[in-house]
């Protein structure tokens, strides 16, 4: 297990975190998900911490708050001291009937994080995210409520996960401008079917030094390597039933081609070479694992062994590549020959 820095901080954190979105079942939507109850969560935590996984990610609104309560619950029952673990939870959405209960206010981070600290059982978040972009509330607010936060002990560093470059660019700048703390990383949907993030989210977390969690890096199951072009029908009772993320199948159908040739070379599953692949990419901090089984969780801890030849991953940039869009074809036009010209003057 190799630990990145998160963004501009010198906080060390596992390539791997544990996602606990597969713990409680509670709600409708929760229950499709998973139903991982308390001893088998105690498993699954024990395990990834005897992996050297030392970051677990969870969120308020994942089985209605079941999910923060087990995986508090699981530390505790593991005797794990907090210093030893990253726990990054979120605020945004809806956890009560309120009209309130909602959204990035002042009001709702506020109320969220004390709800939070109480079902993990701390007294501090380490990475404490924005589940998402709140367009009824001014940034500056959302900003400000999270910085006092930080300056109160409540929580060590904050992040956001589903937001455009420009909103977070918005966010960074009033950060700068008024002195508050800023977001250090994003959480963020990439796959090997799905990299419409290198368009313009990786150029600004390179250019901002933001770091990358990736959410749902199997595309919910469809890079697991049950499904492709011979599995139609399977594949589409399993897409019907919960279709998320939304993924052009034939193009993701290439990619699985593609990796289970090289699965097949290195004797491994499909879906280890869909992490590794991952694992492989410059901007990537971390990458997120839910498991409901424990081979299922060994399976994935396994992709932080494979290392992936040149060859192997030109293959796989090239099934998976990005049509042309602008304006990235026009800027990559018009500045091949100064950065050409860069190249020169640096001798690379």
């Not at 499709?32 to 969560?41: F, L, N, P, R, T």
């Not at 969870?58 to 999910?67: I, L, N």
Request: charged share 25%.
């Amino acid at each position: 297990m190799r630990y990145r820095q998160l963004g501009n901080t010198g906080l060390f954190v596992s390539e791997l975190c544990l996602g606990t979105m597969t713990f409680g079942g509670q709600g409708e939507l929760w229950s499709q998900i998973g139903d991982v109850q308390q001893s088998d969560a105690d498993r699954l935590v024990g395990r990834a911490l005897e992996a050297g996984i030392n970051f677990i990610d969870t969120a308020d609104v994942y089985s209605e708050g079941r999910s923060e309560v087990i995986t508090g619950q699981a530390l505790k029952n593991l005797g794990v001291p907090r210093d030893e673990v990253v726990l990054a939870t979120k605020v945004f959405g809806e956890t009560g009937p309120g009209v309130n209960a909602r959204g990035l206010t002042r009001y709702h981070i506020m109320e969220g994080v004390k709800a939070s600290l109480k079902r993990l059982q701390v007294d501090h978040i380490d990475l404490y995210q924005v589940h998402g972009f709140d367009p009824a509330t001014p940034i500056e607010e959302t900003l400000r409520a999270l910085d006092n936060l930080v300056s109160h002990g409540h929580v060590r560093y904050i992040g956001v996960s589903n937001w455009a470059a420009w909103q977070i660019m918005k966010a960074l700048g009033i950060a700068e401008r008024r002195g508050l703390a800023r977001f250090e990383s994003l959480q963020a949907y990439y796959t090997l079917a799905g990299r419409d993030l290198e368009r313009e989210l990786v150029p600004m977390l390179d250019s901002e030094k933001l770091g990358l969690m990736v959410w749902s890096p199997l595309a919910g199951g469809l890079l697991s390597g049950k499904y492709g072009r011979d599995k139609d029908a399977e594949a589409g009772s399993r897409r019907t039933h919960f279709d998320f993320p939304p993924v052009n199948v034939e193009r993701a159908y290439d990619c699985i081609d593609a990796m289970r040739t090289i699965a097949d070379a290195h004797g491994v599953s499909v879906a280890r070479i869909a992490l590794a692949w991952l694992l492989h990419r410059p901007a990537v901090t971390s990458v997120i694992v839910g498991a409901k089984r424990l081979e299922q969780l060994d399976d994935n801890i396994a992709a932080t062994d494979i290392r992936l030849s040149d060859a192997e991953l030109d293959t796989l940039d090239r099934v998976s590549a990005l049509p042309p869009e602008y304006p990235g074809w026009m800027l990559e036009r018009q500045g091949e020959a100064r950065r050409q010209q860069l190249d020169d003057s640096t001798g690379e």
